[in-house]
């Protein structure tokens, strides 16, 4: 058999894989992407990345590296210097003053890989990891390729779906290991409050339950300049929570492939171990540049801002088109991220699913939209709002004639 010739007959893949979906999110804007490129009037509100370019002193930074020779391996978990900017920068944003320890922080290839990393090391076969519902859509695949079963908690939509013990008690089972919490949500956009993230992580803690904390859009949130973290909580509910974040949406990074998690030293050198194993280190041009980020000072609290302030530009704006032109269709007003998170029951055809939703919006309207069922709620869908103003305008007029 040549390189390339399909093998004869149905391949049988492994049983770690044998559930795996790609990335629907992904699926969904290539089809897009594609029509765009063959020339059809297309708007594109899929992408769930920031469409900012990464401020210039950031890419300078990569450059330099680039030019300096700082092309090589690094240590897995990242190298030294970025671990403590990381580590400062949490103490910066911390609600109340606290020490982080920068052997606690595992730079990564994306959130995705931190999140990976402590799925991986933390759950296994006979595990069940609670997921509120709508969820990024990577959660569920994640625990699933760690052999363990995902279980779906849903909170009331009078609270934009977050949840509280009341919603997880009955789903909790002595199996019960994880809690995978985001905040602010992808695709919702609502933000756990201080309080509500206590509730849960005393819930988690009487039970021995972890916690990942996705935390990734923290930085864009509207309510606060900063979103509640966690790890804001009394360190006795704390002892087991993972925290997931990164470069990616706050510093308009998503090419660089920078995340990193924090957790216990001991955790800390678990994932390094696993990411030794597998990836190595992070890209490490990208992790200078992520160091000119994380200890960019005022000049990158600045960029942020700025970029924080043109997102709640835009939410306010959609939030008035919705009420002007979309009246009657429900949404969860978003307090943080860059996503709209709307109900199609206004829309939708009898037995239409947020799928076939999708694709007739795409074709009829010429809107990109994500169905909700890619994150576990079919009667949703999710608009980016990470385009220009105008766009912004254009989609709610072309969703206006498809009410
Ligand atoms: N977590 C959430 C909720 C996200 O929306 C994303 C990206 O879309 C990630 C994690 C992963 O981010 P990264 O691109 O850094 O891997």
Redesign the pocket.
């Known amino acids: 058999m040549s390189v390339g010739t399909e093998p004869r007959g149905e391949v049988r893949f492994s049983e770690n894989v044998a559930a795996l979906q790609p990335s629907v999110t992904m699926v969904v804007s290539t089809r897009v992407r594609q029509l765009i490129a063959e020339g059809k009037d297309v708007l594109d509100l899929c992408v769930?990345?920031p469409d900012f370019p990464t401020p210039a002193f950031i890419g300078e930074a990569g450059i330099e590296a680039i030019r300096s020779g700082k092309t090589r391996y690094t240590p897995a978990a990242g190298i030294p210097e970025l671990r403590a900017a990381i580590a400062r920068d949490l103490e910066r944003i911390a609600a109340t003053p606290r020490r982080f320890d920068p052997h606690g922080v595992v730079v990564t290839s994306?959130?995705?890989?931190a999140?990976f990393n402590a799925v991986f090391s933390l759950f296994g076969p006979g595990d069940e990891v609670i997921v509120p519902v709508p969820y990024?859509t990577?959660y569920p695949e994640q625990v699933e390729l760690a052999r363990a079963r995902p279980v779906f908690a849903r909170g009331d939509a009078a609270r934009s779906y977050k949840v509280t013990p009341r919603n997880l008690d009955p789903i909790a089972t002595d199996a019960t290991k994880g809690l995978i919490l985001?905040s602010p949500?992808?695709p919702s956009g609502a933000v756990y409050t201080l309080d509500e993230l206590r509730a849960l992580a005393e819930w988690a803690t009487e039970r021995d339950v972890w916690i990942i904390s996705?935390e990734?859009?923290r930085k864009i949130c509207f309510a606060a300049h900063v979103a509640p973290s966690v790890l804001d909580l009394p360190e006795e509910i704390t002892q087991r929570v993972v925290l997931?974040d990164?470069?990616?949406?706050a510093f308009a990074m998503?090419g660089w492939?920078?995340?990193f998690s924090y957790s216990s030293k001991a955790l800390a050198d678990k994932f390094a171990a696993v990411q030794s194993q597998t990836t190595s280190n992070a890209s490490s041009p990208s992790q200078y540049a992520a160091l000119a980020a994380f200890q960019g000072g005022d000049h990158a609290v600045a960029e942020v801002e700025r970029m924080r302030q043109i997102f709640q530009k835009r939410r306010d704006l959609l939030a008035g088109l919705f009420a002007e032109k979309l009246p009657g269709v429900r949404y969860v007003h978003p307090d943080g991220a860059f996503y709209f998170w709307f109900s199609i029951d206004r829309f939708a055809r009898a037995g239409e699913d947020s799928s076939a939703f999708c694709e007739r919006i795409l074709d009829e309207q010429g809107v990109g939209l994500v169905p909700g069922s890619a994150f576990g709620q079919d009667d949703f869908v999710r608009m980016s709002f990470a385009y220009t103003e105008d766009t912004l305008r254009a989609a709610v007029d072309r969703l206006s004639r498809a009410l």
């Open positions: 769930g990345e994306g959130g995705k890989q999140l990024w990577t985001n949500s992808n996705d990734i859009y997931v990164g470069a990616s949406k998503t492939r920078i995340g």
